[in-house]
C-alpha cells in the first residue's frame, strides 16, 4: 500500500504545477505528515520535489525534472509495469503511464 500511495502521489504531482498537500492527503487519506514522508522518500529515491509556504503554497516536482529522466533498473520497471496494470483505471490511461515512464 505504501510504494501504490507513494507511485499515486509522484502521478498526481506530475499533472500539476503545485498541489496542496492538504489536497493530497485528502485525495489519498491519509496524513499531510504522512504526505511529506512520502515527499521525503521520492527525494531520497532521486526525485527533486519541493514546497512552498504561504497562500498559494503547496508542494510540487521541480520543473526540470521529467519522468524518465529517472534511472530505473529492470526490476524497478517491472514493479512499476505491475503497479500501473493493477490500478483501476482505463487501458488508455495504463499505456499513457507506462509511455510517460518510458518503461
Given at each position: 500500500?505504501?510504494?501504490?500511495?507513494?507511485?499515486?502521489?509522484?502521478l498526481e504531482?506530475?499533472?500539476?504545477?503545485?498541489?496542496?498537500?492538504?489536497?493530497?492527503?485528502?485525495?489519498?487519506?491519509?496524513?499531510?505528515?504522512s504526505?511529506?514522508?512520502?515527499?521525503?522518500?521520492l527525494?531520497?529515491?532521486?526525485?527533486?520535489?519541493?514546497?512552498?509556504l504561504?497562500?498559494n503554497?503547496?508542494v510540487?516536482?521541480?520543473?526540470?525534472?521529467?519522468?524518465?529522466?529517472?534511472?530505473?533498473?529492470?526490476?524497478?520497471?517491472?514493479?512499476?509495469?505491475?503497479?500501473?496494470?493493477?490500478?483501476?483505471?482505463?487501458d488508455?490511461?495504463?499505456?499513457?503511464?507506462?509511455?510517460?515512464?518510458?518503461?
Open positions: 500500500m505504501k510504494k501504490y500511495l507513494i507511485f499515486a502521489i509522484l504531482l506530475g499533472k500539476h504545477d503545485i498541489v496542496p498537500a492538504k489536497v493530497l492527503a485528502d485525495k489519498f487519506e491519509i496524513s499531510t505528515r504526505v511529506f514522508r512520502y515527499l521525503s522518500e527525494e531520497s529515491a532521486g526525485i527533486p520535489t519541493f514546497s512552498k504561504g497562500k503554497g503547496g510540487g516536482l521541480k520543473k526540470n525534472f521529467t519522468l524518465e529522466s529517472l534511472l530505473l533498473s529492470e526490476s524497478d520497471k517491472t514493479f512499476l509495469k505491475s503497479v500501473i496494470n493493477s490500478l483501476n483505471v482505463d488508455s490511461k495504463k499505456k499513457y503511464y507506462i509511455e510517460k515512464l518510458l518503461l
